[in-house]
């Protein structure tokens, strides 16, 4: 009974963020999310994947921070570079099951994790690639990176994935304009959009980065 109580609790948790973040996700993609909370927490106990431990602290911190990024979205393609649990790409497949989604990840416990996740969940618009950001092949309409270097680092280890009309996406706590301004001259500042997520303080933000226009392109 008291499960019953904790797993509703999450539920209406969820349900409440997505509602005051204005996301329309249907209801079964919402249990589909809370399937894949459940295998996180569960493998967190023996992997340590994240520091969050909180199955509710998951919700805000995990699904809804990731879901944030949704409407800046673009395109039918999707890499998630430095994946780690799988954050913001395994929410974002969910909740968008016609976008092709490609997790890369390095380390061999959370790339584990990942296909476990595709396979149990199911995942079909789902795949994993162990390797190296920069060692990691295609062009991708969308490519997401949970702040796991500075905008000028990542953009050096996987700028080349980005195709010619796609959008970076940057998720950051705070946008530095010194981190912006040194950006290379072959990406360009779409805009930074900041974000209000439910029970995450302090700022959160997405930084929109595209190709820089080439004089080719222009003519």
């Known amino acids: 009974m008291e499960n019953q109580r904790t797993a509703l609790a999450i539920a209406r948790r969820?349900?409440?963020?997505l509602a005051t973040m204005q996301l329309d996700v249907p209801a079964d993609v919402q249990v589909k999310l809370l399937a894949y909370l459940d295998l996180l927490a569960r493998w967190n106990r023996t992997y340590n994947l994240t520091a969050v431990r909180d199955p509710a602290e998951m919700v805000s911190r995990h699904l809804l921070d990731s879901l944030a990024v949704l409407p800046f979205v673009r395109g039918t393609t999707l890499a998630d570079l430095g994946s780690g649990a799988g954050l913001p790409g395994i929410p974002?497949?969910?909740?968008?099951?016609?976008?092709?989604?490609?997790?890369v990840e390095s380390n061999g416990k959370k790339a584990r994790f990942?296909?476990?996740?595709v396979r149990s969940l199911p995942l079909a618009n789902v795949r994993v690639e162990q390797?190296?950001?920069?060692?990691?092949?295609?062009?991708?309409?969308?490519?997401?990176?949970?702040?796991?270097?500075?905008?000028?680092a990542m953009l050096a280890w996987g700028g080349h994935l980005l195709a010619n009309d796609g959008r970076w996406l940057a998720l950051k706590g705070?946008?530095?304009?010194?981190?912006?301004?040194?950006?290379?001259?072959?990406?360009?500042?779409?805009?930074?959009h900041?974000?209000?997520?439910?029970?995450?303080g302090g700022e959160r933000c997405v930084v929109e980065l595209a190709r820089a226009r080439s004089a080719s392109m222009l003519g």
Not at 93 to 103: C, E, G, K, S, Y
Not at 194 to 200: A, F, I, K, R, Y
């Open 92 to 103: 974002l497949a969910i909740a968008q099951p016609d976008l092709r989604v490609t997790l």
């Open 131 to 152: 390797s190296r950001v920069q060692d990691t092949t295609g062009k991708f309409d969308t490519v997401t990176a949970r702040a796991f270097a500075s905008l000028t």
């Open 174 to 192: 705070h946008a530095d304009p010194a981190e912006i301004a040194a950006v290379p001259d072959d990406f360009r500042l779409v805009a930074v």
């Open 114 to 117: 990942l296909r476990e996740s």
């Open 194 to 200: 900041p974000l209000t997520v439910p029970g995450v």
């Open 14 to 17: 969820l349900g409440g963020g």
